[in-house]
């Protein structure tokens, strides 16, 4: 197997008594969709916080392309190619979509210490932001301000803005949620394209898009990853199996 | 109604063609209130910057016009005695000319902003807000105790400093430059609202994770926002000192703090206009509710609360329409 682009090695998080995350390795290789899943509470919000660099493990570390950025923060962790989609929408609410996505473009140029200039004039920036948002199917929202767009139009913006970016690794909180049959059918095959040109790492409750999309799946439950494999694989694992009776059916 | 735009261009125009008539009348006091009205405006146009687009609620920001104050004072007040500034390692000729004068105010400001803002940034909130507050009681109670320069009793300059090629004391050429620096330092911040720095603190008032998350500083972003607001706020304390050539703590204390805010949010918040037409509103008020009642403020503290609770967008937001939708 290739080296993998993202590398979490056995971290763990305890608060207080509770241990969040305990000993969890993961690994991303180019090319992948890994899904992690796992019933309310496993930790799995605890877990991906410490990849992005919202919250320090106690132990571990998490390698982003060869380099240890266990110490840095997220928007260093951003820089060095992690592109986040989050499963609350955090956009600018005010913003529209475009502008939403030229924040992105100004991210990924890593230049917001222009002042004179106006952003939206910046063909090269908006070129970027457009085609991010064509890609989602979002250009005929451009103009409509984020508070005005639906649940499943922000997901989609979402996306958009990681895309802004251009990352080397996808890491994504319940892309789905709110989105429908149609939506989720329509983002199971974009991400379905997208893993080519980044490994994304998929935490996801809609286990049909996940059994559809994974090339591997970890499970997660009370902190602990209790199996790693091809969705045959966990399909057929009667821990999985036991951790997941009465909550969710696998497919 | 008018459009926002064309409301902003009319409002703006008010003080010139306020100054003008006052001028035809000869009435030189209306021009220096009128004068007046545009510094306190630059003074919030400065605050405006960290607060309405960065989110952040400075009521410390008189720290920056009392310096600017102060620089105008100290400066003029040894140019007018004939006695350098001995500092020790350096001797200071006082100076009677704005330009040199300004360039000081803003660059004190900008450094005791970078200093402040980089403590004060580390909290958000309610903290910020003390924190920002205790600073500014700081300065006010240093200045208060520090006799060299008058103490509690302030400073007085003489005659106004120079400009070139003008006569500052000619109250309509005062209001002239003024209001020329006013309106390049709003071209400016209009500017600085659409560029990609605008977008970034924008965003980072509204979602500081989505900033971070597209790899910017959050923290940087408000730094570079909160200088650039001290700054400002900062040539506006040397005018305003030079516009009354006398100096006191005053221009530190908290209540001035407090007028900006109010300007900020009877005009509308984040609107680069509202903090202009805010403070020719409250010295309109000011100057006439004055002359009713010695407890004008009350009246202004309704009006305050009459926009709070039923204009959110303030007078401006009250008064037009929005702009057509472009980007």
Same mark, same amino acid.
């Given at each position: ?30 090319? @992948? ?148 049959? @149609? ?64 909550? @969710?059916?696998?497919? | ?177 003024? +209001? ?45 926002? +909160? ?101």
């Amino acid at each position: 197997m290739t080296d993998p682009l993202l590398d979490i090695q056995a971290l763990s998080k305890s608060f207080g008594a509770l241990r969040a995350t305990a000993d969890v390795s993961l690994a991303l290789v180019p090319g @992948e969709i890994h899904a992690l899943i796992g019933p309310n509470g496993a930790g799995k919000s605890t877990l991906i916080q410490q990849i992005a660099g919202g919250l320090a493990p106690d132990a571990g570390r998490v390698i982003l392309d060869g380099r240890d950025v266990t110490g840095l923060n997220t928007a260093d962790r951003a820089r060095l190619g992690l592109g986040r989609t989050f499963q609350i929408s955090a956009l600018a609410m005010e913003n529209t979509v475009l502008q939403n996505a030229m924040l992105g473009s100004v991210g990924a140029a890593r230049n917001a210490w222009r002042f004179l200039q106006p952003v939206m004039g910046d063909a090269r920036l908006r070129k970027q932001a457009e085609a991010s948002i064509e890609r989602v199917g979002l250009e005929e929202a451009a103009n409509t301000p984020v508070s005005a767009l639906s649940h499943g139009q922000r997901r989609l913006l979402e996306v958009a803005v990681a895309l802004t970016l251009d990352p080397k690794v996808f890491l994504m909180d319940e892309p789905m949620a709110g989105l429908g049959a @149609e939506g989720t059918a329509r983002m199971t095959d974009f991400l379905g394209d997208l893993r080519k040109e980044a490994p994304i790492l998929l935490v996801e409750h809609d286990m049909d898009a996940v059994f559809a999309l994974a090339d591997r799946i970890s499970v997660l439950v009370s902190g602990k990853i209790i199996a790693t494999g091809t969705p045959d694989q966990i399909r057929r694992n009667d821990d999985v199996r036991t951790a997941y009776l009465g909550d @969710e059916v696998l497919p | 109604m008018l459009r926002e735009r064309t409301f902003n261009i009319v409002a703006f125009l008010a003080l010139p063609l306020v100054a003008s008539i006052a001028l035809a009348l000869d009435e030189p006091f209306i021009i220096s209130l009128a004068t007046r009205a545009a510094i306190l405006a630059l003074a919030a146009v400065g605050l405006n910057l960290a607060l309405g687009l960065g989110g952040l609620v400075s009521l410390g920001h008189a720290v920056f016009f009392g310096l600017g104050g102060y620089a105008m004072g100290i400066l003029a007040s040894h140019a007018q005695s004939y006695v350098p500034l001995d500092l020790g390692f350096i001797v200071i000729e006082g100076t009677k000319s704005m330009p040199i004068i300004w360039l000081v105010a803003v660059v004190v400001s900008a450094a005791t902003a970078l200093l402040i803002g980089l403590l004060a940034l580390r909290t958000a909130g309610v903290y910020f807000i003390m924190i920002t507050l205790a600073f500014g009681q700081m300065f006010y109670y240093f200045t208060i105790s520090w006799p060299a320069y008058g103490g509690e009793d302030g400073l007085s300059i003489y005659v106004r400093n120079d400009f070139p090629g003008l006569n500052t004391l000619d109250p309509i050429q005062f209001f002239g430059l003024v +209001f020329a620096v006013l309106a390049a330092v709003l071209w400016v911040m209009g500017r600085i609202e659409r560029s990609p720095f605008g977008l970034a603190l924008g965003a980072a008032r509204q979602n500081a994770v989505r900033v971070e998350t597209v790899g910017l500083s959050p923290f940087r972003l408000r730094l570079v926002a +909160f200088v650039i607001s001290g700054a400002v706020t900062g040539l506006a304390g040397a005018l305003f000192a030079d516009l009354n050539r006398f100096v006191s703590p005053t221009m530190f204390s908290w209540q001035m703090s407090g007028e900006f805010i109010i300007f900020i949010v009877l005009g509308g918040i984040g609107r680069l206009y509202g903090p202009v037409v805010g403070a020719c509103l409250f010295v309109l008020l000011e100057h006439l509710l004055s002359g009713i009642s010695d407890f004008w403020l009350i009246y202004l503290g309704t009006v305050l609360l009459l926009v709070v609770l039923f204009a959110r967008g303030g007078v401006i937001g009250a008064l037009s329409k929005p702009d057509a939708t472009h980007d």
